[in-house]
């Protein structure tokens, strides 16, 4: 409020010095323009310091940031698709900053874009348009910023998801909308497995058409999240098989199903198997472990570090790919071990389970408890200074996983509560995370 009105104050002066020498004849200066106001600065530093803090503008992360295109999104051209990214900027800002007055200024900002979103949805032409993409994907992401319960950010989620699916997959072929896309596959995928619900993302049209303009070429990390969008399937199928027979009592038909489930969930684990080698030989050097006593590990309690090693990455997208692949494989291990295998299956998977490697990373295993710990184990190169706010939103789905492998009363388990989701959320700044982990079964908090 005191910069506006100190704005007020500037332009009432500017005004008054226009007018004497207009009065002066001094026609070779201009008064100052009316809309001059010091709220366009502050938005820059706002929509900068966003961009800025989320994305390093490194070439792999640039495909992104494409719906925060201040530049083309006008006040009055492409209206809600301007207040969604301020009304975001501006909480993020304050947030940051610890601002409670830019905070609740983001919030009203937020406020006013909601119902010219609704109505732009309403259009039937306007609802496809890019701009309107990037006001779903920005409001989306203000709710994982600011929102108080994992069941709003669901349902921000379920609608994009559902935009996304009417827009249809050749509309993301070529950027925008394709780096839209991009950022909008992850937010689905993590909403299709936190509630267990297959996505239209498994659909083949989906995991290609996007990739045609680019002659079919995919980044590892784009097929890492192929290969998550057939989880949730799977993981709906389980539950629904579990929920016709009790363990132990599976015969007939129900075994057929058990069996034809278990082998579409091991076909995912053979497609895993074979992006982990492909990674390997990639980007194996990227990584290293390092001895805690070489560092501060944010990895600690106080009895000292959790881990006698931790792990460095030459670049974040690495790291990512690492908790990306360590959260599929313990998702699909889950789902075999909880179907019930009368001819002892398990111990004839041998090497398709387990495979040795010469990284520091335990890659094809079936050491579940392993696998969060090297979650974990990445979260001191996660939470480093340079990417804090990208790191907290990309691993938020993995330390959820991780969690639910844990002992609840181990002593990473707890860590994991009472100092990583304080360093993680309230010092990042995405408040969604702490419902997302809170709902936990056997939350301590």
Wanted: with cysteine.
């Amino acid at each position: 409020m005191r910069i506006q009105r100190r704005a007020e104050i500037q332009q009432k002066q500017f005004q008054q010095l226009g007018g004497r020498l207009d009065s002066a004849k001094h026609t070779a200066h201009p008064s100052v323009p009316h809309e001059l106001s010091l709220r366009a600065f502050d938005e820059k530093i706002y929509v900068s310091f966003l961009i800025s803090k989320l994305f390093s503008h490194r070439p792999r992360e640039q495909v992104h940031c494409f719906w925060m295109d201040y530049k083309r999104f006008h006040a009055v051209t492409a209206k809600t698709a301007y207040q969604s990214l301020l009304a975001l900027a501006t909480v993020f800002y304050g947030r940051a900053h610890g601002q409670a007055e830019i905070v609740k200024k983001g919030t009203r900002i937020y406020s006013d874009a909601l119902p010219s979103l609704r109505a732009d949805l309403a259009d039937p032409v306007i609802a496809f348009n890019f701009e309107t993409i990037a006001s779903t994907t920005t409001l989306s992401m203000f709710e994982l910023l600011v929102g108080a319960s994992e069941d709003g950010w669901i349902h921000h989620a379920g609608g994009l998801a559902r935009l996304i699916e009417a827009r249809g997959p050749s509309r993301h072929k070529s950027y925008p909308e394709k780096g839209a896309f991009l950022q909008h596959r992850v937010l689905i995928i993590a909403k299709a497995i936190i509630t267990r619900k297959r996505t239209f993302l498994e659909d083949e049209a989906w995991k290609t058409a996007p990739w045609e303009e680019d002659g079919g070429f995919k980044s590892r990390c784009d097929l890492l999240n192929d290969i998550m969008c057939d989880i949730p399937h799977l993981m709906e199928d389980v539950d629904i098989l579990s929920s016709k027979k009790s363990p132990g009592s599976y015969n007939g038909q129900i075994d057929v199903e058990a069996a034809n489930l278990r082998t579409r969930i091991l076909a995912s684990v053979i497609t895993l198997n074979k992006w982990w080698r492909e990674w390997l030989e990639e980007r194996s050097y990227n990584c290293v472990e390092i001895p805690v006593d070489m560092t501060t590990p944010n990895t600690a309690d106080m009895d000292g570090p959790l881990f006698s090693h931790i792990l460095m990455f030459s670049d974040f997208w690495t790291a990512f790919e690492v908790c990306g692949h360590n959260t599929a494989r313990i998702l699909l291990l889950q789902m075999l071990r909880s179907i019930p295998d009368s001819s002892s299956h398990w111990r004839t998977l041998g090497a398709l389970l387990d495979e040795t490697n010469i990284s520091p990373l335990l890659g094809i295993s079936s050491d579940i408890t392993g696998l969060a710990h090297e979650i974990l184990r990445c979260m001191d190169f996660c939470q480093a200074e340079q990417h804090k706010a990208t790191g907290t939103f990309c691993v938020l789905l993995p330390t959820r996983v991780a969690y639910q492998s844990l002992n609840k009363d181990s002593r990473e388990a707890r860590w994991l509560w009472r100092r990583s989701a304080d360093q993680l959320i309230n010092l990042n700044g995405f408040e969604i995370g702490r419902e997302i982990l809170r709902n936990l079964p056997g939350s301590p908090v």
